[in-house]
C-alpha cells in the first residue's frame, strides 16, 4: 500500500458532507419516548398511591384523564405546525407542513434559521420575502399563536439524525452576512 500524502484523510473526511441531507421522524426514537414516560408514570403512580394510601386504580383515573386532555390539547395544537421530514439541498431548504403540503424556501431568501431548545428540540425559519417561497407563502397559512405570521416552528423530537447534525448543517449552508 502506497504511503499517503499529509491531510489524505481529512479530505476523506469531507465526503460526508452531501448535497442533500434529509431528516425525518424516527418511530424507534418515538416508542423510546414512550415506554420511558410511561414506567416513570407508572412510578410516580405507584409512589402517589403508597404515600396517600390511595388504591391505584383511583389514582389512575384521576391522573389518567388528566394526561388524556393534555395530550389531545397538545395534538390539537400541533396540528397546523410543519414537520418532519425536512431536507435541506445546496438551493433551498423543504419543509413538510400540515395534511401533507410542502414548502421551499432558498437558502437566499432565508431571514432566520436556528435550532431552539435541548429537551424538545425545534427549528424556527422565517423568510425574508414570503412570495419568493413556493409555493409562495400566505399570512398565518403555517404559524402557531404567538408567533410572527410568516414565522415556521418544526418539532424536531424524535429525529434522525439529531438536532445537532442539523445546527451543522444549517451554519454550513445559511449564507452569512
Not at 29 to 49: D, E
Not at 57 to 67: C, E, K, S, T, Y
Not at 68 to 87: F, G, H, K, N
Amino acid at each position: 500500500m502506497a504511503a499517503r500524502p499529509p491531510g489524505h484523510w481529512a479530505t476523506v473526511a469531507d465526503l460526508d458532507a452531501s448535497s442533500v441531507v434529509d431528516f425525518r421522524y424516527s418511530p424507534r426514537r418515538h416508542r423510546l419516548a414512550k415506554v420511558v414516560a410511561a414506567l416513570g408514570a407508572a412510578a410516580l403512580l405507584a409512589v402517589y398511591a403508597a404515600l396517600f394510601d390511595e388504591p391505584w386504580w383511583q389514582a389512575l383515573l384521576r391522573f389518567g384523564l388528566i394526561g388524556a386532555v393534555v395530550a389531545l390539547t397538545t395534538a390539537w395544537q400541533l396540528r397546523r405546525q410543519p414537520r418532519l421530514p425536512l431536507r435541506l439541498t445546496d438551493e433551498t431548504l423543504h419543509l413538510s407542513g400540515p395534511n401533507g403540503t410542502r414548502i421551499s424556501i432558498g437558502w437566499a431568501n432565508v431571514a432566520r434559521a436556528e435550532v431552539r431548545g435541548r429537551l424538545e428540540p425545534r427549528l424556527v425559519v422565517r423568510p425574508l420575502d414570503p412570495q419568493q417561497t413556493r409555493p409562495p407563502m400566505r399570512p398565518g397559512q403555517w404559524s402557531t399563536p404567538g408567533r410572527g405570521p410568516y414565522e415556521l416552528v418544526v418539532r424536531l423530537v424524535w429525529m434522525t439524525p439529531g438536532p445537532d447534525a442539523l445546527r451543522r448543517e444549517l451554519a454550513r449552508r445559511l449564507p452569512t452576512t
